[in-house]
């Protein structure tokens, strides 16, 4: 179970990496404002899970969050740290962020009773500060594979999926 979620953060964190352009130093500085992003996307997430469960309804995060998702994120956040798209199809860094952690969590929100939910938000919050921690380590070793000559034939972002496996598996075996 630990090691799943490891890899579903892993995993997003690698994709913000490849995908938008964030130095090092831009993701430390905005460490604790992507930490309570990834913290509010939780609690939106299992907010409506508990919602639907109580009142019996279907739900299905895609239309709801990419709703809400697009609303609020249509003129960009005020005061929110913008990162540049390497892609130009590429959604809005927060939405497509948000769009992946609201699949992770309800995943594993959803086959809970209302009552006795054993994800309380201590551990969403320790869960959300881990995977903003991330971001700033995944994105120093992209900054660093950048700046290495490389052999022919490898590629640095084949490397630096490389590296994040290494890493995924240091961590497993805490």
């Known amino acids: 179970m630990l090691s799943q979620k490891l ?31 990834y913290f509010l996307v939780f609690s939106c997430v299992q907010g409506l899970v ?34 540049q798209k390497r892609i130009l199809t590429l959604p809005n860094f927060y939405l497509f962020s ?3 952690i609201s ?8 086959n809970q009773t209302v009552l006795t939910a054993p994800y309380n938000f201590m551990e969403a919050f320790i869960w959300c500060l881990f995977s903003a921690l991330l971001f700033p380590v995944l994105a120093g070793i992209k900054e660093r594979l950048d700046l290495m000559d490389t052999p022919a034939g490898f ?3 084949g490397i ?5 496996g290494f890493l995924l598996l240091g961590f497993s075996f805490f």
Request: aromatic share 20%.
């Open 7 to 37: 890899l579903s953060y892993l995993v997003l964190v690698c994709a913000q990496v490849v995908l938008y352009q964030v130095s090092m130093k831009q993701a430390l500085r905005n460490y604790w404002f992507l930490g309570l992003f």
């Open 50 to 83: 508990i919602f639907c469960a109580y009142l019996s309804i279907s739900f299905f995060v895609l239309p709801v969050l990419c709703l809400l998702a697009a609303f609020l994120l249509k003129n960009r956040l005020k005061g929110a740290p913008q990162f």
């Open 98 to 100: 948000g769009l992946w």
């Open 103 to 110: 699949l992770v969590w309800t995943g594993e929100l959803m």
């Open 155 to 157: 590629s640095i972002t």
């Open 160 to 164: 630096f999926f490389v590296a994040a």
